[in-house]
């Protein structure tokens, strides 16, 4: 006789039951969270620098590369270059003898002057004071010569001539230190008179009246100056207003040089007979100013 088919499923059943009581139960510890991920290995650290050895074989720290002295050299060139505009801005709007006093109480100012005036003429294609030396060498050698603002006296190193170096601080034995305006120099006792862009005080024409009172009949004016001083059109002083002054202190103007686009030069010439007019209308030069960089 069959078994009720009820069994029969009923012990299917709990053979499938049966089958599931044998399955492995995950253990405890599978149940748990998983472990944390690793953690990512410490950043490399950058590679040791390599390091010159002596010759005992000990390391030598390598010096670090970089430029700290040209730093250093831009910041001494920007400290010297504001200091040089400042005392040329002083010689520009003071009287020759407030500068002759302002530099006799620190002379080493007139030394940073001439450094920070040496790099700025270093830019101009020629230089004035080459063009009279060698206007002076292709004449008399015999002719004593007035040099008023010498600089560093280049036209007494480099001409045969008997030179008075005259500027306002004096390094040099041979250099006369005066307020340009009243020199030790003798009446009647020079041929040339120089001013190489050196009419630079607010009392300018005292010393062209000064170098009148030296120089002896026919002898040479020479002035350099610089062209933006003498541009109407710039603000500057109209150079036939400038020229008629001159000749008016008792001058004829012999020739102008106008070539060079950073100066003019005027070639004068004292007159015989000289008689100064009782009143000189002197043109105001305009300063000439270095701008900030």
């Not at 405890?28 to 944390?36: C, G, H, R, Y």
């Not at 490399?44 to 050895?53: D, L, M, T």
């Not at 109407?232 to 008792?250: C, R, V």
Request: charged letters at 25%.
């Amino acid at each position: 006789m069959e078994p009720p088919q009820e069994s029969a499923a009923g012990g299917r059943k709990r053979r499938r039951r049966g089958g599931g009581r044998n399955r492995r139960k995950p253990s405890s510890s599978s149940q748990q969270a998983p472990p944390p991920a690793a953690a990512p290995p410490p950043p490399s650290s950058p590679p040791a620098k390599r390091r010159r050895k002596d010759g005992t074989g000990q390391a030598v720290a390598t010096p670090k590369r970089g430029n700290t002295s040209s730093l250093l050299d831009k910041m001494r060139a920007r400290l010297s270059g504001g200091h040089f505009r400042m005392l040329n801005e002083k010689l520009y709007t003071c009287s020759g003898q407030d500068a002759f006093d302002y530099f006799k109480n620190d002379p080493n100012l007139f030394d940073v002057y001439h450094t920070g005036y040496r790099e700025q003429m270093s830019h101009w294609p020629e230089q004035p004071v080459n063009v009279i030396i060698n206007w002076l060498k292709s004449h008399n050698a015999s002719w004593t010569i007035a040099d008023f603002g010498c600089g560093n006296a280049a036209v007494a190193k480099n001409v045969e001539n008997k030179v008075f170096s005259i500027d306002l601080v004096s390094d040099d034995p041979s250099v006369i230190a005066c307020d340009m305006a009243h020199t030790p120099l003798e009446p009647f006792s020079v041929d040339v008179a120089i001013f190489c862009l050196s009419l630079m005080g607010t009392n300018y024409p005292s010393y062209l009246e000064e170098a009148n009172r030296v120089l002896k009949p026919s002898g040479w004016l020479v002035i350099a100056e610089v062209r933006s001083r003498l541009d109407p059109n710039n603000g500057g002083a109209d150079p036939e207003k400038f020229s008629k002054a001159i000749t008016q202190l008792g001058f004829s103007l012999v020739s102008k040089d106008e070539k060079n686009k950073m100066f003019i030069l005027f070639y004068f010439r004292k007159k015989e007979k000289s008689k100064v007019a009782k009143s000189i209308d002197w043109p105001q030069l305009k300063p000439c100013l270095y701008k900030r960089r």
